[in-house]
């Protein structure tokens, strides 16, 4: 059930705000849509109280890669399906609009959703559009330089970054060079770059070397499906990082996990943190193919990262002011404080055992689940949706 509240409290929770350095039992009282006071017991003061004991209040969660246009192709889900029916505040589409598509993305998608929806723009005038199995940087006309500008300058309230698919199938012919054009078009929009490695979708396809992908990237820029298995992955034949990854990592490129269908192995995951590389963004990758497993939603893929050894301040972090920082909108989400609008998301933290499922059906043992509770914009309280979560 959603509710609009002009004024409430959450009363008795344990507020946990990494970017605040706020972890403890506090109330937070909401007027208007604004966080008004936080405190450790506060009078309603005419407020509606919503009592959140035993719960976990954190700053609104944010989901950074995900596919969001609702009824495109296989992949696009309701943005709202993994936003507020997730206990989730944001939401960040991973290129489903090249330039063409922007307008029509934004008054389609973001403009109707009840979750923040901001994306990337692809590479790809095609974008989404083909499909995952498709070449759609392997003709030099598929990247149209100056309608990417225009687009991108007259939607930069709603676009983070620029999506380049990195794979053998999408760069087919062209090879490194669609990584060259989007160097040059990050650094004229001062944008970050978001690329995909793995070639998780064309089998047959020469795979590209993470390594010569690096080379292209700078600090800011993110890559995702960190912990993939397919081929161009971050681990050697020896299960080693390459090199590169090491240079990438401390030249301040982002790591992000992008769960999805088929980019969470444990094993790959086991390696790469035992040799102390760990994701600056946790996503879920989400979209209509796996919603019913094996993704679910963002709380359950931080319990995933529990379960690889995590702690929950971590992956809160990972979710919020993490999150925030990869988008370049710190100054604006990933923390509860007074005087801002309200983006909190309430959850529960179930202390059973469960089996946690990773895209190639690998199991690990997990003792602590996330569920989540409601997911708060402003005045409006919602309620997730039903889900199959385990
Ligand atoms: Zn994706």
Redesign the pocket.
């Known amino acids: 059930m959603n509710r609009q509240l002009a004024n409430f409290l959450l009363k008795g929770g344990r507020v946990l705000d990494p970017a605040s350095g706020r972890d403890g039992l506090f109330d937070v009282r909401v007027r208007n849509g604004t966080v008004d006071a936080i405190d450790g017991d506060l009078s309603p003061d005419g407020a509606t109280v919503i009592d959140v004991k035993g719960l976990i209040v954190t700053p609104g969660l944010i989901d950074v890669?995900l596919?969001l246009m609702k009824g495109l192709g296989a992949f696009g889900v309701d943005p709202d399906i993994f936003g507020v029916g997730s206990g989730v505040t944001t939401v960040v589409d991973?290129g489903s609009a090249g330039h063409s598509l922007l307008n029509v993305f934004r008054s389609y998608v973001t403009n109707n959703a009840k979750t923040r929806v901001l994306n990337y723009i692809n590479l790809s005038t095609l974008g989404g559009v083909a499909g995952p199995g498709f070449s759609i940087l392997a003709d030099s006309r598929l990247i149209d330089d100056e309608k990417i500008e225009k687009a991108v300058e007259a939607n930069r309230d709603m676009v983070v970054g620029i999506k380049v698919m990195a794979t053998g199938g999408a760069l087919g012919a062209e090879g490194l060079k669609p990584l060259a054009r989007a160097r040059k078009l990050g650094d004229v929009l001062r944008l970050p770059l978001l690329v995909?490695i793995g070639e998780s979708w064309n089998k047959d396809a020469a795979p590209v070397h993470v390594g010569d992908v690096l080379k292209y990237l700078r600090a800011g820029d993110i890559v995702t499906h960190m912990f993939t298995v397919h081929p161009g992955g971050l681990l050697d034949s020896n299960g080693k990082l390459w090199l590169q990854v090491r240079d990438a990592q401390e030249s301040g490129v982002l790591m992000d996990v992008?769960h999805?269908l088929h980019n969470l192995n444990f094993d790959v995951a086991r390696k790469v943190l035992d040799q102390g590389l760990f994701p600056d963004g946790v996503s879920t990758?989400g979209h209509r193919g796996n919603r019913a497993g094996p993704v679910y939603d963002l709380p359950t893929t931080m319990a995933k990262l529990m379960a690889l050894g995590f702690s929950l301040d971590r992956v809160v972090e990972m979710a919020t002011a993490n999150a925030a920082r990869l988008l370049g909108r710190y100054n604006e989400l990933g923390f509860v404080r007074a005087g801002y609008p309200a983006e909190i998301s309430v959850l529960r933290l179930e202390e059973r055992e469960w089996q946690a499922v990773d895209s190639q059906k690998g199991t690990i043992p997990a003792r602590q689940a996330i569920v989540p509770v409601y997911a708060i914009r402003g005045d409006r309280i919602y309620e997730p949706l039903p889900s199959e979560r385990p």
Do not use: C, L, V
């Open positions: 890669h596919h991973a995909h992008g999805g990758d």
